[in-house]
């Protein structure tokens, strides 16, 4: 039977029920490829091919014998390498905890075992996770599957690349500010960051706590919704976790959204745009208006303002996780992570608790902009993937400093803890993915699964594939594994 290169959840799924492939067959051949390709990534901290085994030759002897627990049962997946895993280590992407082995998962891990998913491996991270380029000093640079000069953007660079390149089916990442988003948009796939508190964080490594949250990437929204809804649900052991239901959109097959409204927050998320991102953000508002939404233009104030906020109060947060490490192990951590732990120690407590403050203004100027729309739609980065090791990038004839412009659009909206869906939306004329992002109304999850689906399904964008996927190894047969 001859797998697809990059299989979906739904398509593994069926082929499983129909017995024409086994979960073992899916997990050597999943191996079989990240020892082909991953050299050339980097997107694996650790491969767990024996653990992978023998939980694919469980899931197939259960599956055979009528036994399926659902749609991820005996689908290989992979985690941010700061997510605990029993028996499996879990780095953070530290030199300091490089032989850091866990005695339990974390609470998504267990989750995602109860639902029969296969964890393959642990992802390649920026240092402790902060950071947007996913290089790091210990482990060295993640890169990007669409062109391996490139980043795959951060922290979670390790996830989206190994997904867009076909190493797994699914994957799990973090977003503080933007870590989800970022890489999906710059690998060309679909990732999550749902409402604050939706997801489970127990189990996983810290660093902003008033900011983090997890969620999944996905080849398609159907893929990422399938993986969200596993993970997804009140935990009473996570202090900040949400008892709020979970909803299960219906996702159709028809591309419709009459009755929509998307509101369009012209001013600083269409503005310094690079060209090839604003001609693709402009058609993909044509294509929500085909589909039947309205758009709606909408002010969004304060933009910048919660940017700066969410600086000091990130350097604040992190600092206070590793403070004791400063001291200890200071050596031991990375040139651009240590700088921007030693500027969270000079953040004044009064500063911090005015920017809380001032941080509930913009959670209030965000759920007045969504109070007459559905979603927000917005360019989820604005300028082209920066290559690796490269601090600055010309665009449209300015130098941008890449850190600052890539977050730009992005980390505002992690100070509201609304979710957030990115998808693909078209390419960079040097062929790299560019990406859009939906914004809904608190624990609406659903609502921009819907939307992103809708698009998803009146184009091609997800459909892509880099080359590295698309062409088989010299001398093999491409019709086969």
Not at 188 to 208: C, D, E, H, Q, V
Not at 213 to 226: A, E, N
Not at 227 to 245: E, N, T
Request: hydrophobic share 40%.
């Amino acid at each position: 039977m001859v797998i697809a290169p990059r299989p979906t959840i739904s398509e593994l799924s069926g082929l499983y029920e129909s017995g024409a492939v086994s979960p073992v067959e899916v997990v050597e051949e999943t191996v079989r490829r990240i020892k082909r390709l991953d050299p050339a990534l980097n997107s694996f901290v650790t491969v767990a091919e024996e653990h992978a085994l023998e939980r694919a030759r469980q899931a197939a002897a259960d599956i055979s014998a009528g036994r399926k627990r659902g749609p991820l049962h005996g689908i290989p997946y992979a985690a941010k390498d700061l997510l605990d895993t029993r028996g499996i280590r879990t780095t953070v992407g530290s030199k300091i905890m490089a032989d850091n082995v866990p005695d339990r998962d974390a609470a998504v891990i267990e989750k995602l075992d109860l639902a029969g998913a296969i964890l393959i491996g642990k992802t390649g991270l920026h240092e402790w996770a902060y950071g947007i380029t996913s290089t790091n000093p210990h482990f060295g640079p993640v890169r990007n599957p669409w062109d391996p000069e490139r980043i795959p953007g951060g922290s979670s660079g390790g996830s989206a690349s190994a997904l867009a390149a076909g190493l797994c089916a699914f994957s799990l990442g973090s977003d503080t500010g933007g870590s989800i988003r970022i890489p999906a948009a710059f690998c060309g796939i679909a990732g999550l960051k749902p409402t604050f508190g939706r997801i489970s964080r127990r189990g996983a490594f810290p660093l902003g706590h008033s900011l983090d949250t997890l969620g999944p990437f996905g080849l398609c929204v159907q893929d990422t919704l399938l993986a969200y809804l596993a993970m997804a649900g009140h935990d009473p052991r996570d202090p900040a976790s949400s008892k709020q239901a979970v909803d299960a959109p219906a996702l159709g097959r028809e591309p419709r959204l009459e009755g929509t409204v998307i509101g369009v927050p012209r001013g600083f998320y269409f503005e310094g745009l690079a060209p090839d991102v604003e001609s693709a953000m402009s058609a993909a508002l044509r294509v929500f208006e085909e589909l039947g939404a309205n758009l709606r233009e909408v002010e969004l104030p304060g933009v910048e303002l919660a940017n700066s906020l969410h600086r000091l109060i990130l350097l604040a947060e992190a600092t206070s996780v590793h403070r004791s490490r400063l001291v200890r192990r200071r050596a031991d951590f990375g040139e651009d992570v240590r700088l921007l732990l030693d500027q969270g120690r000079f953040v004044l407590a009064t500063d911090y608790l005015d920017a809380q403050r001032a941080r509930r203004e913009f959670c209030r100027s965000c759920e007045t902009a969504l109070s007459e729309v559905d979603a927000l739609v917005a360019p989820a980065i604005p300028i082209p993937t920066a290559r690796v090791g490269e601090l600055e990038i010309e665009v449209d004839g300015q130098i941008e400093n890449v850190r600052l412009a890539t977050t730009r659009n992005i980390r505002a909206l992690n100070l509201t803890g609304l979710p957030v869906l990115s998808v693909p939306c078209g390419f960079h004329r040097d062929g790299m993915p560019i990406g859009l992002q939906i914004v809904g109304r608190r624990y609406r999850e659903d609502r921009i699964l819907s939307i992103g689906h809708a698009y998803e399904q009146a184009t091609t964008w997800h459909t892509q594939l880099p080359a590295m996927v698309r062409e088989p190894p010299s001398g093999t047969d491409p019709t086969g594994p």
